[in-house]
């Protein structure tokens, strides 16, 4: 399992999330977020931007199925 990353103020630039806040800010799954911020780092913006694009994906994916 990948590391769970910690954060002291969930809106401090300088912090990593926490995977729960992440998730649930976002209404991802706890490993979806997992990994996202495993994979974009401590950026808050580059992992809200991800995060953006991920559930932007699966609309897209859930359109396009028949």
């Given at each position: 399992m990948l590391k769970a990353q910690r954060v002291l103020d969930p809106g401090s630039?300088?912090?990593?999330y926490a995977v729960a806040y992440f998730a649930d800010k976002h209404g991802l799954?706890?490993?979806?977020?997992?990994?996202?911020?495993?994979?974009?780092?401590p950026s808050h913006n580059a992992c809200d931007a991800a995060a953006r694009a991920f559930l932007a994906a699966l609309d897209l994916r859930g359109r396009y199925q028949t």
């Amino acid at each position: 399992m990948l590391k769970a990353q910690r954060v002291l103020d969930p809106g401090s630039e300088g912090d990593p999330y926490a995977v729960a806040y992440f998730a649930d800010k976002h209404g991802l799954s706890l490993k979806a977020a997992e990994i996202i911020l495993v994979s974009n780092g401590p950026s808050h913006n580059a992992c809200d931007a991800a995060a953006r694009a991920f559930l932007a994906a699966l609309d897209l994916r859930g359109r396009y199925q028949t």
